[in-house]
């Protein structure tokens, strides 16, 4: 008998013979998965006696109940603007009773019972709202926890905000809930200082690195805002830059740059080595017209934002275009100027806003930082 066939029939054998219920532990996945289906793991392993196919059978069937119980027990919540329909059942018993008894020379008594079952089966559905707002903090000024023209936000995996205040030259740092933590950065073309800076990103390690506009370089820092490294120069060459107005990082720590001016996204090492390069000016795919929002996805697929062409194009990290969508307008997948976009863990972008790896999202307007 062939390896597979055997391990087929004892299968069978143990299903029929010994009465195994394949994870019947799915129906009550509250409890630890792992020690409900602990039980009938055991039961197989029995049944199985030394045919070591048929064990290997049993354990194939207890990793594939665990995940199948832990994904029910821990389903994936509704994203965002998607409808869920929830099917409700209720029962309702009616039971009724009736005695009859009596004449003048004997008493009898006969009793009836009638039960009656109702079952009601409806549905709900439900939106989940999105933007939800939760709290905003900042206002026009230079102190602490104020801005003037925010240009930029990050958020880092410990929920820190990171905001790049363009009108101070500085860089500012809060907790999730905006507690001011501290700040970075002043007027010049030295080492941790700016020009019209414009967006910020913060990789996997917590380093932070700003596009500095009129400086025409990258900068990076440690997260509390030590200086670490720059590059760029003026110029239309490989790893320089007319107007970089977005920075965005990826998983692996590499650095993409919307180099705005010269129509061209450029990808760089996370130390600031010139990798790859595309895009030329035009409105044709993979053409630009202002790249003025870059964002990374966990599958490393790019996508920027065009202010001039009004639409998103979507890039593999090598710069091979994939797709686009987006015209002028003010109605549902339309523009009018798109600049930051954002990738969430759903894989879904966001016009305007930075999304962190929490549910909250953060978006700068005006003088003000506001959590959505």
């Known amino acids: 008998m062939k390896a597979g066939v055997r391990w087929f029939v004892g299968l069978v054998v143990l299903l029929v013979g010994a009465g195994f219920t394949a994870s019947p532990a799915l129906a009550t996945c509250g409890k630890p998965c792992k020690k409900l289906i602990a039980s009938d793991f055991k039961a197989c392993k029995s049944a199985c006696g030394k045919d070591d196919i048929c064990k290997k059978g049993c354990r194939e069937e207890r990793k594939a109940g665990?995940?199948?119980?832990?994904?029910?027990?821990n389903p994936t919540p509704p994203a965002c603007g998607e409808t869920t329909t929830t099917t409700t059942t209720s029962t309702s018993t009616t039971t009724?009773?009736?005695?009859?008894?009596?004449?003048?020379?004997?008493?009898?008594t006969t009793t009836s019972t009638s039960t009656t079952t109702t079952t009601t089966t409806g549905t709900a559905t439900a939106t989940t709202p999105c933007g939800t707002f939760v709290i905003e903090w900042g206002s026009l000024g230079r102190g602490d926890g104020q801005f003037d023209d925010p240009g930029g936000v990050a958020v880092d995996h410990g929920g820190n905000a990171f905001v790049s205040d363009q009108g101070n030259d500085q860089v500012q740092k809060f907790t999730n809930a905006g507690t001011f933590l501290t700040k970075w950065?002043?007027?010049?073309f030295g080492d941790g200082q700016f020009i019209h800076m414009g967006?910020?990103?913060v990789d996997g390690s917590g380093n932070v690195f700003v596009a500095d506009e009129s400086s025409n370089r990258i900068e990076e820092f440690t997260d509390t805002g030590t200086f670490l490294t720059k590059w760029g120069t003026f110029g239309t060459g490989d790893g320089q830059f007319n107007v970089p107005f977005a920075v965005a990082v990826d998983g692996s720590g590499n650095v993409f740059v919307g180099d705005f001016s010269n129509s061209r996204v450029q990808k760089f090492t996370n130390a600031g080595t010139f990798l790859?390069?595309?895009?030329s000016v035009g409105s044709g795919e993979g053409q630009f017209s202002g790249p003025q929002g870059v964002a990374v996805d966990s599958s490393g697929n790019v996508f920027v934002t065009e202010g001039n062409n009004n639409r998103v194009q979507k890039f593999t990290d090598t710069g091979t275009f994939l797709t686009k969508w987006g015209s002028l307008g003010s109605g549902d997948g339309e523009f009018s100027g798109p600049a930051g976009v954002a990738v969430d863990g759903r894989q879904r972008l966001h016009h305007?806003?930075?999304?962190?790896?929490?549910?909250?999202?953060r978006v700068s307007v005006g003088e003000r930082a506001s959590l959505l």
């Open 66 to 73: 665990v995940a199948t119980c832990k994904a029910a027990a």
């Open 96 to 108: 009724r009773i009736s005695n009859t008894a009596t004449t003048t020379t004997s008493t009898t």
């Open 185 to 188: 950065g002043s007027l010049g």
């Open 199 to 201: 967006g910020v990103a």
């Open 276 to 279: 790859t390069k595309w895009g």
């Open 352 to 361: 305007r806003l930075e999304q962190p790896p929490h549910p909250e999202v």
